[in-house]
């Protein structure tokens, strides 16, 4: 008997136990998983791995950037220098005062301006205001101003779209002078242009001298600044702009061309080289300004200023 009951237990402890899973009788189980995902988000599909490829390449990619490369900050040195920048409302952020400064009319009225436009007032001993100019002489006033903030080309034409007026554009190939490109916006501000395009390199920027000769138009008028200033000119080329550029062996006179009615870009050279070879190329035409005087060229402000009038004069 002993042997039996030892049998039975054996038999009921080695019995099969529940088999893993419901079986489809948990209430779970009948439920739907939701429609079929796209193919580009299943995992393992040849579509999703096409689109993880993609999404690497594009991470590796740098991202676009608008308008020119960021510097760093600008610094006017001297009173009457800042004095004239604040005057003309060049967009600084900090304004230096040494330590003791000896004051006088240029140094009251640089404070003043520069509390009546919210600036930060700092104030630092003359070996950390020669440290930071480089020795020159800063007479106790230095004013920080940051990185212009510049356009994109195409913002130029969007901006003349968002008007419901044909673009009219001047770029400049090879000025220098910060001075010639303020006085250029001042003349694409006053004859209704829409923007100025600027080669990146080895060309002049919106600096402190630039938007004081521009008279306080480069707050109205963008700046746009070109990596590759023929590339940019064919781009508006596509978009339907006439490139015109000034040359002083030009085929066409100024009152000949009739493109000026229309949607246009101006291409002003520098006074001595003129445009350069392949912006040259890249112009639908090359146009001459008489100049009765016997002037042998004028200076880009000035030629730009002529074009922008006989452009305005046209579409008035």
């Known amino acids: 008997?002993?042997?039996?009951?030892?049998?039975?237990?054996?038999?009921?402890?080695?019995?099969?136990?529940?088999?893993?899973?419901?079986?489809?009788?948990?209430?779970?189980?009948?439920?739907g998983k939701g429609p079929t995902p796209p193919a580009h988000m299943r995992k393992g599909h040849k579509k999703n791995r096409l689109a993880n490829a993609q999404a690497k390449q594009?991470?590796?990619?740098?991202?676009?950037?608008?308008?020119?490369?960021?510097?760093?900050?600008?610094?006017?040195v001297g009173r009457n220098s800042v004095v004239e920048a604040l005057r003309e409302g060049v967009p600084a952020n900090t304004l230096y005062v040494q330590q003791f400064v000896d004051s006088?009319?240029?140094?009251?009225?640089?404070?003043?301006?520069?509390?009546?436009?919210?600036?930060?007032?700092?104030?630092?001993?003359?070996?950390?205001?020669?440290?930071?100019?480089?020795?020159?002489?800063?007479?106790?006033?230095?004013?920080?101003?940051p990185p212009y903030d510049y356009a994109h080309p195409e913002d130029l034409t969007a901006l003349a779209a968002d008007n419901?007026?044909?673009?009219?554009?001047?770029?400049?190939?090879?000025?220098?002078?910060?001075?010639?490109?303020?006085?250029?916006?001042?003349?694409?501000?006053?004859?209704g242009g829409h923007g100025v395009v600027v080669p990146e390199r080895r060309a002049a920027g919106m600096t402190a001298s630039a938007w004081k000769t521009s008279a306080g138009t480069a707050a109205r008028t963008p700046v746009a600044r070109a990596t590759n200033m023929t590339?940019?000119?064919?781009?508006?080329?596509?978009?339907?702009?006439?490139?015109?550029?000034?040359?002083?062996?030009?085929?066409?006179?100024?009152?000949e061309l009739d493109a000026l009615d229309g949607p246009v870009v101006i291409v002003v050279g520098s006074e001595g080289k003129g445009l350069s070879r392949l912006v040259g190329e890249t112009c639908d035409f090359r146009v001459r300004i008489p100049m009765p005087g016997g002037a042998e060229s004028l200076n880009a402000g000035v030629a730009a200023g002529v074009v922008l009038y006989e452009a305005a004069r046209r579409r008035a």
């Open 1 to 31: 008997m002993a042997g039996n009951s030892q049998r039975r237990n054996r038999r009921t402890s080695n019995k099969k136990g529940a088999t893993v899973g419901s079986g489809g009788k948990r209430r779970r189980a009948l439920e």
């Open 58 to 76: 594009a991470s590796r990619r740098p991202a676009p950037r608008r308008g020119g490369p960021k510097g760093t900050n600008e610094l006017v």
């Open 104 to 145: 006088d009319e240029r140094v009251r009225e640089a404070l003043q301006l520069a509390t009546e436009k919210g600036l930060n007032l700092m104030e630092a001993p003359r070996p950390e205001l020669d440290r930071m100019t480089n020795g020159l002489n800063h007479q106790g006033l230095v004013l920080s101003v």
């Open 164 to 191: 419901g007026e044909d673009p009219l554009i001047v770029a400049l190939d090879g000025i220098t002078d910060p001075r010639n490109l303020g006085a250029v916006v001042r003349s694409v501000s006053a004859f």
């Open 231 to 255: 590339r940019t000119l064919e781009a508006y080329q596509k978009e339907g702009l006439m490139v015109v550029g000034l040359a002083a062996d030009g085929d066409v006179e100024l009152h």
